[in-house]
């Protein structure tokens, strides 16, 4: 049975031989180029025309589509918004989530288990049905939010429709949605500090804060940096369904961002060129962030050794 | 020893401060927890409601209603959704599967001029948000007459990522000597890798099935953009057009929500250990 099968593969091409690897490869390659890297060649080679999708009508532009996005004085509420959903991330994606896991981490025990499925139960329901379910919570008449605070004496608002608050109420949905996976990383990472370094500084004295301080977080440091890079990278692409489904960037575009009106522009606007201005743009800070992410994380490993 | 010292050495007023701290502590993660859990406790009782009662915010459904669960599939296709939505999962979890263990297999094993070139081209793809490069795929599609069409939306899902690094980590870590030891006993490579490899690798291709299976459900994005007819809505895109067309039925709403989730959250509460191991051996290994 094996002496066939050695036979038979020494009979083999050595060309098909070396050609193996690629062929197996290929499939998933030929995929992520053309449904990745092709598009932002495409998308790149847009961005310096006026189009409309439909007509046959394509005029070179050149720069024209970002310049005038500079002079926009839109765009720049768009950045300022963008920085204000990435500043929420910051607290529910990356703060709140190292938080937690410092201290489930000493829950311990049959506790700290169910609490992290709790905190992780969201990660696995879809995002559109996940801002399905806090619609009817922001619900102005019938809403929880509003009954819970009606308790207290305090009015209720109009919380997805108000120009103040729309855009951090979608922040609270991706808070909620996103937090367990970045939760798990933070868990993972301090569950993979050898015990004998926290033992060594409890017997050297650390408690309470100064543990923390002083011991926890230099040691997660690899962890921690990776957990917020993360946050920061995903706030914008993490917003994107809560939006479309409840806000669409209203008010008045108080819940817009960058990532969100690179698609307007395009799909409903029609305006091509101008999404594809603002697509390089999002792309080269998105891309330039994970670069640097990369970096960072190189680095602290290597000092980490 | 040195402990001891210390301990004697902390005040009344320290201990004081850190007993605060700890109710402060379990203070944050109950409200934490019910942060998590409020949602979906909500929107069950609401699913129990007769309509007159969705807009009373009560907590408990007075009387307690079937209807929305009874009636959800004729209000809306229901049904036809739900079976897209398996129709796509089934077909994307089985080529990101094929994709996934063949690329991570040679990735990891193999050695090749381009292999880490390659190998970084395919990282890449996690930092660019597919929100950028929707317009040229829907072009794309357009021009290749597969708009509204369910080959366009598995299509799309192809290739997934984060199944190609985690088989690639996974068979990294797999010892030399069993693939030399299937050398010297004459199996060819193909042999090696699917009766040898394979059957070690289990434990990652049920991770990768489960994480496959969770993005491939859950995928709202692509089948938003791509598709037009309604009859070709997964549950999703479906539930959500649902919402905008009868706004004020909230117990249908809920009910068809829950519907949908349900085979997520029972392949999360029998394959938990999986998925949180999953995460934390790609986020730690890699």
Known sequence: ?305 | MASTTVKTEASGKSRALDVLLKVLAYAVLVAMAAFFLVPFAWSLTTSLKTPDQVFQGNWIPDPVSFDAYRNVWEIVPYGRWFLNSLIYTAFVTVINIALATTAGYALARMRFPGRQVIFYAILGTLMIPVHVYLIPIYQMMSFLGLVDTYTSVILVQAAYTFGVFLMRQFFLEMPYELEEAAKVDGASRFRTFWQIMLPLARPALAALTIFSFLSAWNQFFWPFILLNSQEKFPLTVGLAAFRSQYDTQWEFLMAGSLLALLPTLLVFLVAQRQIIEGVSFTAVKG
């Open chain 1, 1 to 305: 049975m094996s002496y066939g099968a050695t036979s038979k593969s020494s009979s083999r091409p050595r060309r098909l031989k070396l050609l193996r690897p690629y062929l197996l490869v290929l499939p998933a390659a030929v995929f992520l180029g053309l449904f990745v890297y092709w598009p932002v060649v495409l998308v790149t080679f847009l961005s310096f025309f006026e189009w409309n999708m439909v007509s046959p009508q394509m005029t070179f532009v050149g720069l024209e589509n970002f310049a005038s996005r500079f002079a926009d004085p839109a765009f720049y509420r768009l950045l300022f918004q963008s920085l204000l959903y990435i500043a929420i991330a910051l607290l529910g994606n990356f703060l709140l989530p190292v938080g937690l896991a410092m201290l489930t981490l000493q829950l311990g025990g049959r506790c700290g288990d169910v609490y992290q499925s709790l905190i992780f139960t969201p990660t696995v329901v879809a995002v559109s049905v996940g801002a399905l379910l806090w619609q009817y919570i922001y619900l102005p008449t019938g809403g929880l939010l509003n009954a819970f605070l009606g308790l207290f004496g305090v009015p209720g608002n109009n919380w997805l429709n108000d120009p103040a608050t729309a855009l951090g109420s979608i922040g609270v949905i991706t808070a909620w949605k996103f937090m367990g996976f970045n939760y798990l990383i933070a868990l993972a990472g301090l569950m993979a500090i050898p015990k004998e370094y926290l033992e060594a500084a409890r017997v050297d004295g650390a408690a309470g804060w100064s543990f923390v301080r002083w011991v926890l977080i230099p040691l997660l440091m690899p962890t921690v940096l990776f957990v917020m890079l993360t946050a920061i990278l995903q706030a914008l692409p993490n917003a994107f369904v809560p939006i479309e489904i409840l806000t669409r960037g209203g008010p008045n575009d108080a819940s817009n961002n960058l990532l969100y009106a690179t698609y307007q522009s395009a799909f409903q606007f029609f305006q091509i060129g101008k999404a594809g201005a603002e697509a390089v743009m999002l792309m080269l800070l998105l891309g330039g962030a994970a670069v640097w992410q990369f970096r960072i994380l190189d680095r602290s490993l290597t000092y980490d050794r």
